[in-house]
């Protein structure tokens, strides 16, 4: 079996366990800082992913994600902020358990049900995504740009709170992409003259300004407001630990809340935020306690962590079948896999096919490496990060984005972009308008333009050869339907917020 093959390979490797180790620390420590995501800290960290194995720099970064998806929780139990968007549902139950002393008995549930929440959602994966490959293999130029077509509609319409301004952040990801040498007749677009724009814009320097200095910028426009003191458990140990008692009733609303955040992870654009709320729904609707969930019921920090992680695996599937990265943090792991030279889609199955499911066993093995530290050191973490002054903080990160930025070419004009860009992406936050759908939407267009004009050299019809293939129409037709359902969705939204005031 190719996974067993994996964890050998990663078992028997001292620097590989030491880089997936550290990954598993770094994302628990910036996933629980307010204000700062696991995007952040691996657009940071990807120049350094230049001079490593790619093995090492795919798995270093894969288990950061993982683990910065956990390390929200502790934000959101102890302070009430929620240290990423998906753990504002854990919040809801897991501050009032803080506030009632209970801080580390919800902390070991999130840490568990965010485990097996992972474990499960990797498995999956591991299961299908050789044969998602396999029918991946059988499309077509005219397909591909359909799916591509569909992912662009669902990211820009499905992220963020406006359709509107989300499907602006997409085409502005999509404008900006188009700047340097036209890929077929080598005509310069967009370049105003500049030498610099002949290549068009680097992704690193860009991820960092949009995810890092943009949120640097957001962070220190607001007022710096101190983070509530940490409530004592007392002297009762059974306030700090947890017990299978406790535990059993969690675990049904667990299981179904893995597959609900696994199903959500494969189709781009939706994320673990809605993967947590929608788990957190169908477990209170479920739940025989329903009146307790948001006063400090165990479940209800179970649910969502559990969908919350499950994503992580199932939203590699689009990006290493079809190139079609299905969250944030999947862009720039496709970015990673680029620059190692390994062109990722269907085939990357049968010409990378031993590193693909090493990078599988890394994710297991940083699963239980988070999982360890995180049920013994969740509350020693979050009590040091109390101590930590937002104004020591933030300058530290700030000065890490202008190494970062340089460091990656050496080449002074990158660290102009990672500015602008970090403008850019602070704007776009105060105006609602949403980095992700543009960063993505960047990412995507070369595949998109490429398979587009490919399928119109292939076609004698024009445009119609996406109608007169059904696996494209229907493609394109999901894409619609997609947009419709969100803009009746929206429309619903606002005119029951209209009753609700009047």
């Known amino acids: 079996m190719d996974i067993f093959s994996g964890l050998v390979t990663v078992l028997t490797s001292p620097a590989l366990m030491g880089w997936v180790l550290l990954a598993a620390v770094v994302g628990m420590v910036v996933g629980a800082i307010p204000g700062l995501t696991a995007s952040a800290a691996i657009a940071m960290l990807l120049p350094l992913t230049f001079y490593m194995d790619p093995l090492a720099a795919l798995a270093f970064l894969y288990v950061i994600g993982k683990s910065g998806r956990y390390g929200g929780s502790i934000a959101a139990i102890l302070f009430n902020t929620p240290g990423t968007a998906a753990s504002a549902a854990t919040q809801l139950d897991g501050y009032p358990l803080a506030r009632q002393g209970k801080a580390g008995k919800a902390m070991k549930v999130a840490t568990v049900s965010s485990v097996i929440g992972d474990f499960i959602g990797d498995l999956l994966l591991i299961l299908f995504v050789g044969w998602i490959a396999a029918l991946a293999l059988r499309l077509g130029p005219p397909e591909l740009f359909a799916i591509y077509f569909a992912a662009f509609v669902i990211i820009g319409s499905v992220i963020g709170k406006s359709v509107a301004k989300g499907i602006a952040s997409a085409a502005l990801g999509m404008l900006i992409s188009q700047v340097g040498f036209d890929p077929i007749t080598g005509v310069p677009r ?5 030498f610099e724009l002949t290549n068009g814009f680097n992704l690193v320097p860009l991820m960092i300004g949009i995810f890092v200095l943009g949120e640097v910028f957001d962070q220190l426009s607001r007022k710096d407001e101190a983070l509530p003191p940490l409530p004592e458990a007392g002297r009762d140990p059974s306030l700090a630990w947890l017990t ?10 667990v299981v179904r809340s893995s597959f609900i955040g696994a199903f959500i992870g494969m189709l781009p654009g939706l994320g673990s935020a809605i993967a947590a709320f929608v788990a957190y729904g169908e477990g209170k609707r479920r739940a025989a306690n329903a009146a307790e969930w948001g006063k400090g019921a165990l479940e209800g920090v179970a649910a969502p962590e559990a969908a919350n992680n499950a994503v992580s695996g199932p939203s590699m599937a689009p990006l290493l079948t079809l190139g079609i990265p299905g969250s944030t943090i999947g862009a720039i792991l496709m970015g990673v896999f680029l620059i190692h030279g390994i062109q990722i889609g269907p085939t990357l199955f049968l010409t990378s096919r031993d590193l693909v499911y090493s990078l599988f066993a890394a994710g297991l093995v940083g699963i239980a490496m988070y999982g360890i530290i995180g049920y013994f050191g969740a ?21 890490t984005c202008f190494v970062a930025a340089y460091s990656a070419r050496g080449n002074l004009f990158d660290v102009y972009v990672m500015v602008g860009a970090g403008l850019l992406g602070w704007a776009m936050r105060r105006l609602d308008f949403n980095p992700a759908a543009f960063v993505i939407a960047f990412v995507l267009s070369a595949g998109a333009e490429e398979t587009f004009r490919q399928s119109l050299l292939l076609s004698d019809a024009g445009a119609l050869i996406f109608v007169q293939r059904p696996v494209a129409l229907g493609f394109v037709l999901l894409g619609l339907a997609a947009l419709a359902f969100r803009i009746r969705s929206h429309r619903r939204d606002a005119r029951a917020a209209q009753q609700a005031e009047a």
């Open 190 to 194: 967009f370049t105003f003259g500049a």
């Open 244 to 253: 299978w008692a406790e535990y059993r009733p969690c675990l049904p609303h």
């Open 379 to 399: 509350a020693l973490l979050g009590r040091h990060l109390a101590r930590v002054p937002t104004r020591w903080l933030y300058p530290c990160v700030f000065l």
